[in-house]
């Protein structure tokens, strides 16, 4: 015990001493002096170090990630200290890389990642023992220096999101240290050089957003130590090579949007480790492999946009949290079992069969995220893009249709854009209201959240409208849709600022983003740029485009592709950014407001009698026959909506000069008030909520006869009784209108069109646009007890 009570105190002692000695020493005035004229080289401002605090910085701040580090180590004679480490990260200098940092013979590492440097790799680093430089996110340009294969210690070479151009040179196939080489996002073209097969020990390789040319090379199965493979939207075709089977430590495997033939799913089943899985646009054809459904550690699957077929599994699919099988040819039914509580499963564009409204993946679904629009192959296509909605008709042809994207209701040269910011969304959203809707899928890579409810971008400024300070963002793809409209040509217009990027000489200017635009399934734009076509940031942008409607549907689809950075300003910017919408038919001119009193007119006495209730059958209640012929316009209401025809109603004489949807509106409105059934007739509020267009109307049509049992037409009956009673006339008016069944049946209403005008010895004449058959309607027992007879 003694032993080790002195042992440790020894331990302490040494401890003192070694830290006094760390603390004592001082940096070298050389150094110091090529510390100094390095900050300035890189353009910063008031950085001035001296032998006794140089050592000691070490800034970071958890806001916005900048960081001033730099470590010493102690020199051979315990009294000097060498700089070890430098790293000014997010600090946005805007000079150049530091040649002089060859004069630091003890630097191993260097990170100016994420500032806004420019120039090239100096030639004097190819003499330094550096093992780690990281340049990502700066304005550096010109040939990947071929001297950087001479620093044969590197084992972390990464200069993404920069503007390096030409071919990589094959000198980096000497870095046999290297396990790490990230060069994603930059302007590379030609071959990988097959020196790279010596690079046995990389662990991590990334080359996304790039133009290379030929296939994804053979050699990668040397690297069997690889631990994430990114090859997404890099120039590079397909297929995958086979042997990617030998790839057993595989966590990150991502490849998307390689051209090529279709080839089958790649065989994985060595690949147990495998967290997230994305090949994307790979033209793989044929059958998920059973095996991926058991990789236990699988967090996220995405396989949209091949060619894959079959049905799938009923089986719970393990840790999955995210599941994207947009854009496949999957079918048969959707398996309960793949919705589990907590997952995210995008299934929109497939050939699934329509589930029922008792399904699952139709029930309410608080508990997990689903997207099934257009999952259903289907000969109503408006059950596609109305998924497990039980109003599948469209009971009005619309024009137009304006969408603020992200934002709220904004007013814009005097048209409102309906808002649409609200909706939170997510990895796997499907939004629809009464004219149009939204479906969004995938999850922003690397942004270390899982929760994402809100993919929405905004912005403080008042450099732009209203109308562009949101917009609605999405990792894959976002598809605006609008239904119910007229068949015919539309003028697509689509609003773009891009608001997430900055405007000023730092890092977050230099972020490129890059989508494709799609409208009614056609390839309008690719690698569409906001920033390059508004000529810089918070600039608005409009682009117009023809669109063609033949199956009352319009679609509107942006997707990314791999295209641009993905880090700038922050971890997850990136993909499809939009601002509003807005769908016109150029021909189209709707009626003048002046118009809706002609509409009352002109749809006769449909609307007149069933508006007025009660009060209109006094001024009509000479008009009889055998059989309640009051009703018989009733019953003709209700067989014409059954049938569709109910426009049919409307007085042929106002031509086509008139506002078909309101006066349909109407029309419905009316028929939904008189209906039998007490629960279905809405109150005074609904009725004028519907009116306006706020509410659906919902698909309720009184069936012919139904008034037989109706309390409210029994109130009818019994009012003309009492009305006979107080009122004797020598000529019997009830004989001037009678009608029986088989005139009534010879009646045309859409040709004739007769005006009725009667005069009697009434008190009130009444004279409109009506057939002159035409008898009352109902109105509630209730109505009619407060109706004043003398009115």
């Known amino acids: 015990m003694m032993f080790f009570k002195n042992l440790l105190v020894w331990i302490l002692t040494l401890s003192c001493v070694v830290k006094q000695l760390f603390v004592a020493a001082k940096l070298p005035q050389a150094e110091v002096d090529v510390l ?4 300035k080289t890189m353009g910063a401002t008031n950085w001035t170090f001296d032998a006794d605090t140089a050592c000691e910085l070490h800034e970071k701040s958890d806001v916005t990630e900048l960081t001033r580090n730099i470590s010493c180590i102690l020199g051979p004679d315990n009294s000097t200290h060498h700089i070890s480490v430098i790293e000014f990260k997010r600090c946005s200098l805007s000079g150049v890389l530091p040649p002089e940092l060859n004069q ?24 330094m023992q550096l093992t780690f430089i990281s340049l990502n996110g700066n304005r550096l340009s010109g040939n990947i220096p071929s001297h950087l294969g001479n620093i ?65 090379p053979e050699f990668i199965q040397n690297w069997k130590q690889l631990y994430r493979l990114e090859i997404q939207g890099s120039g590079l075709k397909g297929p995958i090579p086979s042997s990617v089977s030998l790839l057993k430590n595989l966590n990150q495997f991502k490849i998307s949007d390689i051209d090529g033939t279709n080839q089958t799913f790649p065989d994985l089943s060595n690949s147990t480790l495998l967290r997230r899985l994305i090949l994307r646009n790979c033209s793989i054809s044929g059958r998920i492999p059973g095996y991926i459904w058991g990789m236990n550690n699988l967090r996220v699957l995405d396989l949209s946009f091949n060619k894959i077929t ?28 793949i919705l589990p509580e907590g997952s995210t499963v995008d299934l929109s564009y497939n050939n699934f069969t329509q589930p029922t409204l008792e399904h699952r993946a139709c029930r309410k679904k608080e508990e997990f995220d689903l997207n099934l629009f257009r999952s259903s192959s289907v000969a109503n296509n408006l059950s596609g893009v109305l998924p497990c909605k039980t109003d599948q008709k469209c009971h009005r042809s619309l024009r137009s249709f304006y969408i603020n994207c992200g934002g709220n209701n904004v007013k814009e040269n005097g048209t409102t854009f309906e808002g649409d910011g609200e909706q939170n969304g997510g990895a796997a959203t499907y939004y629809s209201n009464d004219r149009w809707g939204f479906s969004s899928t995938g999850d922003f890579a690397d942004d270390n959240n899982e929760q994402n409810k809100r993919y929405v971008a905004s912005v403080q400024s008042s450099d732009i409208s209203e109308l562009f300070i949101n917009a609605r963002i999405a990792p894959l793809s976002l598809t605006y849709f609008g239904y119910c409209l007229q068949n015919g040509n539309y003028v697509v217009s689509l609003y773009f600022a891009e608001i997430q990027f900055k405007n000023d000489n730092t890092y977050g200017s230099l972020g490129r983003r890059m989508f494709d635009i799609y409208i009614q399934d056609k390839l309008v734009e690719r690698d569409f740029d906001i920033e390059a076509k508004a000529s810089g940031v918070l600039k608005a942008v409009t682009r117009k485009y023809n669109a063609t409607v033949t199956d009352n549907i319009l679609q509107i689809r942006f997707n990314w592709a791999g295209k641009g950075t993905t880090a700038i300003p922050q971890a997850g910017v990136y993909g499809p950014l939009v601002s509003a919408i807005s769908v016109v038919d150029p021909d189209y001119r709707p009626a003048k407001k002046k118009k809706i009193v002609e509409i009352i007119a002109g749809v006769g006495s449909c609307l007149i009698i069933l508006a007025l209730g009660i009060i209109g059958w006094r001024y009509y209640s000479r008009v009889k026959r055998r059989k309640e012929n009051g009703l018989v316009f009733f019953n003709l209401a209700c067989q014409l909506q ?25 029309i ?6 008189t209906n039998a ?25 009184p069936e012919a006869g139904s008034y037989s049992q109706d309390l409210r037409f029994k109130a009818i009956r019994d009012f003309r009784g009492l009305n006979r009673s107080q009122t004797q006339h020598s000529t019997s008016a009830e004989d001037l209108y009678t009608i029986d069944d088989e005139s009534y049946l010879r009646y045309n209403v859409v ?41």
């Open 152 to 216: 044969i210690s590197l084992t972390y070479l990464s200069i993404q999101a920069n503007q390096f151009s030409g071919t990589v040179p094959t000198q980096l196939g000497k870095l046999v240290n290297l396990e790490t080489l990230r060069l994603s996002s930059n302007r590379l073209t030609g071959n990988l050089p097959t020196e790279f097969a010596e690079l046995k020990n990389l662990t991590d390789f990334r080359i996304n957003d790039n133009n290379f040319n030929g296939s994804i």
């Open 104 to 127: 630091l013979p003890n630097i191993s590492k260097v990170n100016f990642a994420y500032n806004y440097l420019n120039g090239s790799i100096p030639v004097e680093w190819a003499s």
């Open 677 to 701: 059934s007490p629960s279905l007739r809405p109150t005074m509020s609904e009725a004028v909520s519907m009116l306006e267009g706020k509410t659906a109307i919902p698909d309720s049509i």
């Open 668 to 673: 419905r409105i009316s028929l939904l008030c």
């Open 642 to 666: 059954q049938k569709e025809k109910i426009m049919e109603l409307v007085d042929p004489k106002l031509g086509s000069e008139y506002n078909k949807e309101e006066a349909e509106r109407m």
């Open 751 to 791: 040709k004739d069109g007769y005006k009725m005008s009667e005069t009697s010895s009434s008190d009130v004449q009444l004279s409109t646009s009506m057939p002159s058959w035409t008898s009352s309607s109902s109105t509630s027992a209730h109505d009619h007890n407060n109706t004043n007879t003398n009115s």
């Open 36 to 39: 100094n004229q390095i900050v």
């Open 310 to 337: 079959g049905e799938l599994p009923n089986v719970v699919p393990g840790n999955l949290k995210f599941i994207f099988l947009t854009g496949n040819l999957l079918s048969g039914n959707i398996p309960e079992s």
